[in-house]
């Protein structure tokens, strides 16, 4: 498999829209990175332009140190899974299989060899030789990625291949590539999604992208323990991490705040006398929140409940207004709408910005 290198990549529509800037990544064979962001960030923009289909405005492509800026995407070495399974729906999942590989002129032995290969990794062996619309959409989509397979590609390219099915059938699929990627220890592949729980559970890394470029990369606990900036916290973790202007007032080894709403928190980032009286924000993410008698991060009257069985969602109203604030709560609570709430967090889990950036 491959080695992908971007060093300052651009892209820029009619030499005025400038979509995406100075991107940076460096990606080592067998790694699953997976793109997450906002709607709108140039997740997909960036995927189309590594497999060619989008020309790079600036900066280089390499792939195994070898410039791909001006290759063919058929040259490049690489297979995409689109959004849509984009399967010949009057061929069979045989024949859909063999399809780029009858045009490449492969020997059909060879040809046999990896559609029997990619079937038996896909589980698709009794379906080869139905037609796709006999299928269900997520043995579409493994047609789809048998597709790729057979190809034996130095790079996959997934963008969005789940966002068409429903959720069972998403959590079945996704499990599916996790597995995919166990059994190909050595492939390398990227993909896009704007779902967390994929990006989380499939990705060896991260890479956030925001405001035209990259937000962070690390691996999913690195993202969501030590966000580097405001963004990050709230992007990865669902609900988004609760933030919390105030003021340090005590500093060393652990810091307070002295928060606008009138709460107290404490934290074990180290700060310097310098610091003191400077204006921050203290984020607490809504499973770190915890009941307490005595001071507290947060006081304040219930709002709203949302009962998920296993969790409860607390919403409170902001006291200093914009986002409502969410508690995530262990267990059933219809009784707490209404009711007065005193929260605190574990010093050791509670966050500090300044300027939008972290100061852990």
């Known amino acids: 498999m491959a080695d992908l290198k971007l060093t300052n990549v651009d892209k820029t529509y ?43 405005t600036g ?97 996959y390219l997934f963008d ?25 220890p050595e492939s390398t592949m990227i993909y896009v999604t704007h779902d967390q729980v994929e990006a989380m559970t499939l990705a060896t890394r991260i890479v956030v992208l925001a405001n035209k470029g990259i937000a962070q990369v690390g691996t999913p606990l690195e993202l969501y323990q030590a966000p580097k900036n405001e963004f990050v916290a709230q992007f990865i973790g669902s609900p988004s991490m609760n933030l919390l202007s105030g003021k340090i007032t005590a500093t060393g080894a652990s810091t307070t705040v002295a928060l606008d709403s009138g709460g107290t928190a404490v934290t074990t980032i180290a700060t310097t006398q310098a610091d003191e009286g400077k204006s921050v924000n203290i984020g607490v993410r809504p499973e770190d929140f915890v009941s307490t008698d005595g001071e507290c991060i947060l006081s304040a009257a219930v709002d709203y409940v949302e009962a998920l069985g296993e969790v409860t969602l607390a ?46």
């Open 14 to 56: 009619a030499g005025a829209v400038n979509v995406l800037n100075d991107i940076n990544l460096e990606i080592e064979t067998g790694e699953l990175i997976v793109f997450v962001g906002p709607s709108g960030c140039g997740k997909s923009t960036l995927l189309r332009m590594i497999a060619g289909l989008e020309k790079i």
């Open 59 to 155: 900066g280089t492509l390499e792939i195994d140190g070898m410039p791909m800026n001006d290759m063919p995407p058929a040259q490049r070495g690489i297979a995409m899974v689109f959004q849509s399974y984009a399967l010949y729906p009057h061929m069979t999942v045989r024949e859909n299989m063999q399809f780029a590989l009858k045009i490449a002129k492969m020997p059909k032995a060879e040809i046999e060899e990896a559609v029997n290969k990619a079937a038996k990794t896909l589980q698709l062996e009794e379906y080869l030789d139905r037609l796709p619309k006999a299928l269900s959409g997520g043995q579409r989509q493994r047609v789809a990625i048998g597709r790729s397979i057979v190809r034996d590609p130095k790079v």
């Open 160 to 184: 969005e291949p789940l966002s068409n099915l429903d959720a069972a059938l998403r959590v079945a699929t996704r499990i599916e590539i996790a597995r995919l990627k166990e059994a190909m």
């Open 315 to 360: 919403y409170f109203n902001n006291p200093k207004g914009g986002d409502q604030l969410i508690a995530k709560l262990p267990g059933v609570h219809h009784e707490l709408r209404g009711s007065p709430l005193n929260l605190t967090a574990d010093p050791s889990k509670v966050h500090m910005f300044h300027n939008g950036l972290s100061m852990r």
